[in-house]
């Protein structure tokens, strides 16, 4: 007997969700229809490759870390892998602006950690006292408690006041776009907590991480930590959008609520059809699976609605090589909140990318915060590239007109995993035994990268995998059926 699956969402971590939904029903004799439903004409959410010319540029994510399995396995499933291309080794440093100017981050950060001591000692970026105090690190005993604390606190507490405002604040917001002073340590990077725990220093920790990589195949000598295709990451989804022969995938349909409909549920569109499942996957920002399950359980809504989300825009610039004053010898620049500028990196694209931008050509890329204060007017295109050119004017004496820009918009794109984070996720989950077959995936919950969006689809993949098995069997079993 069929059974039916709905997954809301064609980001990564929807379409993740629909071809393992579709490989393990495969590989079970499970006769399974699935449906896709994605609001936007497009698929891909957060991940928008446009081409120009020879230029790839990315308007939102623009690669992902190998050190978590779940991309690179998905790629290697897809046939990907030979088209998966490393960031630029030779020029891989990261600068920080330092009133004005760029100041290399010190080499061999691991997880944001420093695990060399000569480019610590030798970095102009902090003052001798508060190289000094990042030491103690080695000393300090470890946090005797178990609550969560914030990822400021928990730098501070181990590296200082100094280094946390001018390294790992300025990394954290290039990641959350957010306030690292909010931010919960235990459920933006859980393994400094264990790291902590365990060797009481996070340097003992990040150099046992490295040790330990240095032997694995998995970032060997092969894959350097930050992967892309060659073409950008679209080529991702739009290899999985090809695998996807038997799901019905369908764009500018939003689902509107979801509401139980006999053993399973029944999903209303906008364009009002109801589509029945026996089992459903939201895939989509939390606050949109908030709005779809109010009229399911108004008490899972508020849960789901109190996970804040930051709004930020990309600005990609092209130049000629020409224009510029000096070479790009690095990967761009991240911006602590004391410069007090409205960008919060620079992505030198094609220095970082060489194959994104054709040879004699530069593109840079501007990761601009934007307010979600309701009296903010959203900027125009042509204010955010104001805003991108008077930073690169100021930052790089760039003043050149640029041969073309693109401007993207992110509104509400990044979730904030703020104190009290991992409680409030517990507090979702403890709901799912009142809702068998309805499942939670995306960036929202355990992670906002790639590869942690992958492996949610994944999950939640093989928890309704199960659940329609079971499904399956107690229809065939129901009294008075003839198997
Ligand atoms: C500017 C930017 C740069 C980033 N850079 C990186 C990076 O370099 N590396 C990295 O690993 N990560 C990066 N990230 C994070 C990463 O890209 C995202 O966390 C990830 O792509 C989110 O995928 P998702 O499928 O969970 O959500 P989304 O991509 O948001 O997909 C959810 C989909 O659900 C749809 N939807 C919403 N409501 C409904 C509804 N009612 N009905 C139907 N459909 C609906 C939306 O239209 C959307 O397409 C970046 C994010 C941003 C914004």
Redesign the pocket.
């Known amino acids: 007997m069929v059974v039916k699956a709905v997954v809301?969402?064609?980001?990564?971590?929807?379409?993740s969700a629909a071809y393992y939904l579709q490989r393990k029903a495969s590989e079970r004799g499970l006769p399974l229809e699935i449906t896709l439903?994605?609001?936007?004409s497009r698929?891909?959410?957060?991940?928008l490759t446009e081409s120009i010319g020879d230029f790839v540029i990315?308007?939102?994510?623009?690669?992902?870390?190998s050190t978590k399995p779940w991309?690179v396995d998905l790629c290697r499933e897809l046939k990907l892998e030979d088209r998966l291309q490393e960031v630029n080794l030779q020029k891989r440093s990261v600068f920080v602006l330092q009133q004005g100017k760029l100041v290399a981050l010190p080499d061999g950060l691991v997880s944001m950690v420093p695990t060399m001591f000569w480019p610590i000692i030798k970095s102009p970026l902090l003052s001798l006292k508060g190289k000094l105090r990042m030491a103690l690190d080695f000393l300090l005993p470890a946090r005797k408690e178990d609550g969560d604390e914030s990822i400021g606190e928990l730098f501070t507490r181990r590296f200082g006041r100094e280094a946390y405002e001018k390294m790992f604040a300025p990394l954290m917001s290039g990641i959350y776009a957010g306030d690292g002073d909010r931010l919960s340590a235990q459920s933006t990077f859980p393994l400094l907590r264990e790291w902590e725990r365990r060797h009481a220093s996070l340097i003992r920790g990040a150099l046992a991480l490295k040790r330990q990589r240095r032997q694995s195949s998995f970032t060997s000598k092969k894959h350097s930590i930050f992967l892309t295709p060659r073409a950008g990451l679209a080529e991702i989804f739009e290899a999985l959008v090809e695998r996807l022969s038997k799901v019905d995938l369908r764009t500018g349909?939003?689902?509107?609520d979801i509401t139980r409909y006999r053993e399973g549920y029944q999903v209303t569109?906008?364009d009002g059809q109801y589509i029945t499942a026996d089992a459903i996957i939201l895939?989509?920002?939390s606050f949109?699976a908030a709005?779809?399950v109010r009229g399911l359980d108004p008490t899972l809504s508020t849960l789901l609605g109190e996970i804040k989300y930051v709004s930020?825009a990309?600005v990609s610039l092209a130049f000629r090589e020409e224009d510029l004053h000096s070479p790009l010898n690095g990967h761009g620049y991240i911006v602590p909140h004391a410069e007090n500028r409205a960008v919060l990196a620079c992505t030198w694209t094609s220095s970082k990318f060489p194959h994104r931008a054709p040879k004699g050509y530069v593109l840079l890329r501007l990761?601009i915060r934007i307010t979600n204060s309701a009296t903010d007017h959203d900027p125009s295109d042509e204010v955010l590239i104001e805003i991108a050119s008077r930073e690169l004017a100021k930052t790089l004496e760039l003043i050149a007109d640029p041969m073309f820009t693109r401007v993207?918009r992110?509104p509400s794109?990044?979730?904030q995993y703020n104190l009290g984070h991992s409680e409030r996720i517990a507090a979702i989950q403890g709901f799912s035994g009142k809702y068998p077959g309805l499942f939670l995936?995306?960036?929202?919950y355990t992670g906002?990268?790639?590869?942690?969006?992958i492996h949610?689809?994944k999950t939640a993949a093989d928890n309704a995998i199960e659940h329609l098995i079971q499904r399956s069997i107690s229809r065939r079993l129901k009294p008075g059926k003839v198997l």
């Open positions: 809301v969402g064609g980001g990564i971590s929807g379409l439903l994605e609001k936007d698929l891909g959410g957060k991940i990315e308007g939102g994510a623009d690669a992902f870390v991309a349909i939003a689902a509107r569109t906008d895939a989509t920002p949109a709005s779809m930020s990309t990761f993207y992110w794109a990044t979730p995936a995306g960036a929202g906002i990268g790639i590869p942690d969006c949610s689809g």
